[in-house]
């Protein structure tokens, strides 16, 4: 029986052309299929990457519409509730559901934002970059009155054509805002509120300006009326005297 030694020893000079040719074309076939290999997976990473890149351009000519809290423009101390079409293309059919439904410190108003068509029905249409802004609620009075922090908003709608898109889910949470240390930031609400106080100080002013004015004169045509008096009565005496 041959060792391993002996298998693998192989004496080239003693081969045949035959055998050359033999050994050629089992190279030629391992190199062949190592070629085709190489060239499969080639395709199949090509494959792939065009995969991802339809993927993508799918993804990102797809209306997304977004909802979330964010801080009023106006009132810093004043919640909006936004919804964006953020996509490339047409959002149709907008539906918002919120769970638990919205409770704030307004709903005892003429305009609840719970029982608003924004919530109740569908938005007929929302091209890309429309951006829907609501008043939600003032930060404090809502902390006080310890109303919940967190909603689940589901928002479902379709693209231009018609066909419906995966609904998408929002977590929002107010309590992430809490206890934040932040910058004042004064704005168009804050500069009202200090001209009004500027205008109620000046109207005071100029009541009690008013108000010394009068006294001050009533006081002067008392003295003048008194003067008078004194100057008649002295007149008085001097001709009775005479």
């Not at 062949?32 to 890149?53: E, H, M, P, S």
């Not at 719970?114 to 003032?138: H, Y």
């Not at 709608?157 to 309590?175: C, M, N, R, V, W």
């Amino acid at each position: 029986m041959r060792t391993a030694n002996q298998l693998l020893a192989v004496d080239l000079r003693a081969w045949t052309p035959e055998d050359w040719s033999a050994a050629a074309t089992v190279a030629t076939a391992i190199f062949t299929v190592a070629t085709v290999g190489i060239a499969l997976a080639a395709a199949l990473y090509a494959k792939q990457q065009v995969d991802l890149a339809r993927q993508l351009r799918e993804e990102q000519a797809q209306p997304f519409v977004v909802v979330d809290f964010v801080d009023n423009p106006v009132w810093n101390k004043a919640i909006d509730f936004v919804v964006e079409n953020t996509g490339q293309i047409l959002a149709t059919n907008v539906k918002i559901k919120i769970d638990p439904p919205f409770q704030t410190t307004m709903d005892d108003t003429d305009y609840p934002l719970v029982s608003s068509p924004l919530l109740t029905q569908a938005i007929p249409s929302m091209p890309p970059g429309k951006r829907i802004t609501a008043f939600f609620d003032a930060a404090p009075d809502r902390f006080a009155a310890g109303l919940p922090t967190k909603y689940t908003a589901t928002v479902e709608f379709e693209d231009a054509h018609g066909k419906k898109q995966e609904p998408l889910t929002y977590i929002l949470d107010l309590s992430i805002g809490y206890s934040l240390l932040r910058m004042t930031e004064y704005r168009t609400h804050d500069a009202a509120k200090a001209l009004k106080e500027i205008s109620s100080t000046l109207k005071e002013t100029r009541s009690d300006l008013r108000g010394e004015f009068h006294r001050r004169r009533s006081e002067g045509e008392r003295r003048d009326a008194t003067a008078t008096s004194d100057s008649g009565s002295s007149a008085s005496d001097g001709t009775a005297a005479s």
